[in-house]
């Protein structure tokens, strides 16, 4: 079974600062994960992805992301905040052998304060 | 168009009553899924096409909900005898065929069964 854990339900920044946003997952092999944001009363969009190679990915907006295999963690990070910003995000784990759907974590929402 | 595409995009319906949502995938996709997402949950997976073929319905709740693609384009998530618990917002993704890559979303279809 594959699954994935977004601890924090809220994450508050204020503008200009650095956010994370936290990630852990857990799947029987290899990873691939993926970051999602959803805008109030819209589908999901994709941010970034880690498939292989470098650890750190960039993905849209300015956001990245660290893979660690380590501490199974993938953690979105973006240096300066925005308020527009503010939406939820979405981590989503796929074992790359067999299982052939994303599985999601329960979101995490970011508020970017002026 | 040129995304996937949900109809309807809201449906109210009568707990008893049978409802009926339609994805239309990006053009040339063969693979194709559904997801439910309950208010303040990510999405959980219901079902994965591959083709015209159920190639995972181990997310459907019961025998009550019922997905098909008959010419490998088009779906519909059929849902039985509606309960008040079936009220979600239902997505539909696709993606192309043995790629690991993301999933694109439609808007979702938000249905509400009074």
């Known amino acids: 079974a594959q699954s994935v854990a977004q601890p924090e339900d809220q994450v508050n920044v204020a503008e200009g600062n650095p956010l994370t946003v936290k990630c852990t997952y857990s799947?029987?092999?290899?990873?691939?994960l993926f970051w999602y944001v959803q805008y109030p009363n819209r589908g999901l969009q994709f941010l970034l992805k880690y498939i292989t190679g470098d650890n750190l990915v960039k993905g849209s907006y300015g956001f990245e992301a660290e893979f660690n295999k380590s501490q199974t963690s993938f953690h979105l990070k973006k240096p300066s905040a925005l308020v527009s910003d503010s939406a939820l995000y979405f981590c989503a784990v796929r074992d790359i052998e067999g299982y052939s759907t994303l599985t999601f974590g329960k979101g995490t929402m970011l508020l970017v304060s002026p | 168009g040129a995304g996937v595409s949900q109809t309807p995009s809201n449906k109210v319906t009568e707990k008893g009553k049978y409802v009926e949502l339609r994805c239309d995938p990006i053009s040339g996709h063969t693979a194709l899924y559904w997801y439910r997402q309950s208010l303040g949950q990510g999405p959980e997976f219901l079902i994965y096409f591959q083709g015209t073929g159920a190639a995972d319905d181990s997310g459907l709740p019961n025998d009550r909900f019922f997905a098909v693609r008959p010419e490998g384009s088009v779906s519909t998530l059929k849902i039985q005898r509606t309960e008040r618990g079936d009220s979600a917002v239902y997505l539909c993704a696709s993606s192309p065929a043995l790629q690991p890559g993301e999933l694109f979303f439609g808007e979702g279809s938000r249905l509400t069964v009074l």
């Open positions: 799947v029987s092999g290899n990873p691939y």
